[in-house]
T-cell receptor
Framework: GAGVSQSPSNKVTEKGKDVELRCDPI?????LYWYRQSLGQGLEFLIY????????KSGLPSDRFSAERTGGSVSTLTIQRTQQEDSAVYLC????????????FGAGTRLSVL | AQSVSQHNHHVILSEAASLELGCNYS??????LFWYVQYPGQHLQLLLK??????LVKGIKGFEAEFIKSKFSFNLRKPSVQWSDTAEYFC??????????FGQGTELSVKP
């Protein structure tokens, strides 16, 4: 596709359930980023991939959060045992490299934890 | 740690008014600077960027920004806003490894 694709666009889950969020980056982009956008916290970095490895996981808020990337393309962000404070919009971005490069964002997944 | 501060949380202007949104960052080294815009119901889009060279950069839709290194600032300007500029504007910095550090965002409302 032409842009970064995220699915699902909306996810409603019950507290304690696990969720998986998917990101399909722009073809050829080697760098992939996950961010979280929530009221009161703004836009926060979660994790960055270069290829299939994650050199920077510093933004993951707890060990309930994990992410992987396979084939240098699709990435999945998994949240285990979801809590109400996990409710947010989860954004994925990709870029052609990781230094002087523009990050292109997907539309996000809006996660609501009841 | 790097941080980005946007001074205005909500700005309300009438059409044709001039706009300036403040952005300051804290980081002592070389930085890349960005302004992103999020129109209602849409995803984040790049307005403009500064990597090096001329500190006055021009972006899409008539926006420009000036990098002033001595003030650690990267303010966004537009001489005459339109109703269609109603959106949320985010200043961002990247330095160490490419992750973006965002400001809190400024919501701009333009009255027709």
């Amino acid at each position: 596709g032409a842009g970064v694709s995220q699915s699902p666009s909306n996810k409603v889950t019950e507290k304690g359930k696990d969720v998986e969020l998917r990101c399909d980056p722009i073809s050829g982009h080697t760098a992939l980023y996950w961010y979280r956008q929530s009221l009161g916290q703004g836009l926060e970095f979660l994790i960055y991939f270069q290829g299939n490895s994650a050199p920077d996981k510093s933004g993951l808020p707890s060990d309930r959060f994990s992410a992987e990337r396979t084939g240098g393309s699709v990435s999945t962000l998994t949240i285990q045992r979801t809590q109400q404070e996990d409710s947010a919009v989860y954004l994925c971005a990709s870029s052609f490299g990781h230094t002087k490069n523009i990050q292109y964002f997907g539309a996000g997944t809006r996660l609501s934890v009841l | 740690a790097q941080s980005v501060s946007q001074h205005n949380h909500h700005v309300i202007l009438s059409e044709a008014a001039s706009l300036e949104l403040g952005c300051n960052y804290s980081y002592g080294g070389t930085v890349n600077l960005f302004w992103y815009v999020q129109y209602p119901g849409q995803h984040l889009q790049l307005l403009l960027k500064y990597f090096s060279g001329d500190p006055l950069v021009k972006g899409i839709k008539g926006f420009e920004a000036e990098f002033i290194k001595s003030k650690f600032s990267f303010n966004l300007r537009k001489p005459s806003v339109q109703w269609s500029d109603t959106a949320e504007y985010f200043c961002a910095v990247n330095a160490q490894g490419g992750k973006l550090i965002f400001g809190q965002g400024t919501e701009l409302s333009v009255k027709p």
